[in-house]
């Protein structure tokens, strides 16, 4: 059983990356999606999420407008498209996935106990 995050790199600011998630040896489908991110000397927050059934959306405010979160249930991934980057932006990105009741509140992310962590991938948003 294993999720992973990958996609992250080096990026000029204004520019744009695209987050995969995989996971591998359990539906993701079965769960919604959450993405967090972690920059040094800070706590991990969470990003954004997108829910299992309807694909219902939350963006974190620091991301709002710039970021879509997606998911593809027949490849059994899910994605972070970042836009208009900014060197704030510079964290270890990670996907998780979260056993969520149908109904929950999704700007809470950051209190859900994920059943899977992927290993995270490393954005720098410098020049």
């Known amino acids: 059983v294993q999720l992973q995050a990958s996609g992250g790199g080096l990026v000029q600011p204004g520019g744009s990356l695209r987050l995969s998630c995989a996971a591998s040896g359990f539906q993701l489908d079965y769960y919604a999606i959450g993405w967090f991110r972690q920059a040094p000397g800070k706590e991990r927050e969470g990003v954004s999420l997108i829910t299992r059934n309807d694909g219902s959306t939350w963006y974190a405010d620091s991301v709002k407008g710039r970021f879509t979160i997606s998911r593809d249930n027949t490849k059994n991934a899910a994605y972070l498209q970042m836009n208009s980057l900014k060197p704030e932006d510079t964290a270890v990105y990670y996907c998780?996935?979260?056993?969520?009741?149908?109904?929950?509140?999704?700007?809470?992310?950051?209190?859900?106990?994920?059943?899977?962590w992927g290993k995270g991938t490393q954005v720098t948003v410098s020049s």
């Open positions: 998780a996935a979260i056993n969520l009741a149908p109904g929950s509140e999704l700007s809470l992310l950051d209190y859900y106990v994920p059943d899977y």
